[in-house]
């Protein structure tokens, strides 16, 4: 299953602002207002609220799309890897003058080429794509670029995508993230690879590299854990989080991607386990695209969120 089959498989139901001179490079969260906390809990902060590229319309110009979220309530978004130089400037200039921040980029070719294959033509393309994503991110003012790092399957064993990914990420792809100042967010996404948090602590450690980070994902880890507890063993180490709920019907062996709030994720649970380890980064959701209302229904969902309560 490739990142997009994945992504449409989620069954969720169902414009500015200033002006930045086009030479100047776009700000990092650095420079966004921290959460105000009160009585331990994080209130609602700009900067924190995001949407995924994927979620909004394909047949407009990236200006009106961005228009779209910024107006729905977003702060910020997730693009994909651009290959393209005249596409890449248009998405740079669509951040600049709606306000929208491009704060990570998902990467696109870690699924057909897989950093963890035997094949050195199959890795050289892999690189080559997140590559293209770092310098992305880069461009756009990103501070993050999405990768799954490895693919376990019946011609590569788990110790295998193991050593493999970790070979290439420490020499072909950390040398030129730490040059452009972008990290490399690692993620689970059933990949057959990191399916415990334990695990994953240990993956992202074994770099030593203030570069090499976890990109977590609440929903991807409900069926064989707890998110709360996954995000206390992660800690620091998370960079950046994707959100989207999760319904699992054991006996009968069904499960259903749903919209936040709508699936059995205990999302007070979270918001205090991501509280209690200070993640103040963005909160991206990752769940089925819709019409304005929609999405600003969606922007009040992570508001309740974010304050501790429930999203619905």
């Known amino acids: 299953m490739d990142r997009r089959t994945f992504l449409q498989s989620v069954a969720a139901g169902v ?28 209130e609602p902060a700009e900067g924190r609220k995001a949407v995924l590229i994927s979620m909004l319309p394909k047949d407009l110009p990236y200006l009106q799309r961005f228009q779209i979220a910024r107006a729905a309530g977003f702060d910020a978004i997730e693009m994909q890897t651009i290959a393209a130089k005249d596409e890449a400037a248009e998405i740079r200039e669509a951040a600049e003058k709606t306000g929208l921040r491009v ?25 080559a794509g997140m590559e293209a994503s770092l310098r992305n991110a880069a461009l756009w003012g990103a501070e993050t670029v999405l990768l799954v ?62 570069w090499l980070k976890a990109y977590f994902d609440v929903g991807n880890v409900v069926f064989y854990g707890f998110p709360q507890d996954w995000i206390r063993a992660l800690g620091p180490r998370i960079a950046k989080v994707h959100l989207k709920d999760f319904q699992l019907d054991r ?34 959701t990752e769940v089925s695209g819709g019409d304005s209302a929609y999405l600003t229904d969606l922007v009040h969902r992570l508001d309740r969120f974010l304050a501790g309560q429930k999203p619905v």
């Open 149 to 210: 790092p490895a693919v376990v399957d019946a011609t590569t064993s788990y110790q295998d995508a193991w050593t493999r990914s970790q070979r290439v990420i420490r020499e072909r792809l950390l040398p030129l993230a730490r040059d452009l100042k972008v990290v490399v967010a690692v993620e689970e996404v059933w990949n057959k690879f990191l399916l415990s948090p334990i695990e994953f602590v240990r993956y992202v450690d074994e770099f030593e590299s203030p």
């Open 15 to 42: 414009v500015l602002t200033s002006v930045r001179p086009a030479g100047q490079a776009l700000p990092r969260p650095s420079t966004l207002r921290e959460p105000q906390v009160r009585s331990g809990r994080p």
């Open 251 to 284: 006996p009968n062996g069904r499960f259903a991607w749903r919209n936040i709030g709508e699936g059995d994720i205990d999302w007070i649970a979270v918001h205090r386990a991501f509280s209690d380890i200070g993640y103040r980064g963005c909160f991206t």
């Open 103 to 127: 704060h990570s980029v998902m990467n696109m070719d870690h699924w057909r080429f897989p950093l963890s294959s035997s094949d050195r033509e199959v890795v050289d393309r892999s690189v």
